[in-house]
């Protein structure tokens, strides 16, 4: 039959366990005891301490998100004023936006000979200070205005 206990399982280590703590000095029997006081009591510390941070930390988070959440309401909302304004707009002819689908659709439809390039004129950006592209585009832009200036002949 098998005993449960929480010492050691063989008699002799049982024995020789005792035999150290009878032989140790009442110095460092004192040490050890107040040791494990002085560790319990860090443990103890330690785990209040930890307790709080983890308290700070939920607390931080959650005003984190909070002012995500706020932050992320506001770019909707002020996304959608600007969605709603530049759809108003005839031909959102401003710099860094191109033109509105419902109105490229309704310039496409108005078929005129030699008006092709100035529909590309128009969507593109021919300012190359403005342009924040990395790659050299001039001789593109170049082709394109006198593409728009003087157009193919069928």
């Not at 035999?19 to 460092?28: G, N």
């Not at 309401?73 to 936006?97: C, L, M, S, T, W």
């Amino acid at each position: 039959v098998l005993q449960e206990s929480n010492g050691p399982t063989d008699a002799y280590a049982a024995i020789a366990k005792a035999d150290r703590l009878t032989q140790e000095p009442e110095s460092i029997r004192k040490w050890r005891e107040e040791q494990k006081k002085r560790l319990e009591e860090l443990d103890a510390a330690s785990k209040v301490t930890e307790q709080e941070w983890r308290e700070k930390a939920k607390k931080d988070l959650e005003e984190w998100n909070l002012r995500q959440n706020e932050q992320m309401e506001k770019n909707r909302a002020n996304n959608r004023i600007a969605d709603k304004a530049f759809y108003q707009q005839p031909d959102a002819d401003v710099i860094g936006y191109v033109a509105s689908e419902e109105a490229f659709l309704k310039e496409s439809k108005e078929e005129s000979p030699g008006s092709e390039w100035e529909k590309v004129a128009q969507l593109c950006d021919f300012n190359p200070k403005s342009s924040k592209q990395s790659k050299d585009v001039s001789r593109m832009r170049s082709v394109l205005i006198s593409l728009k200036q003087t157009p193919l002949a069928r």
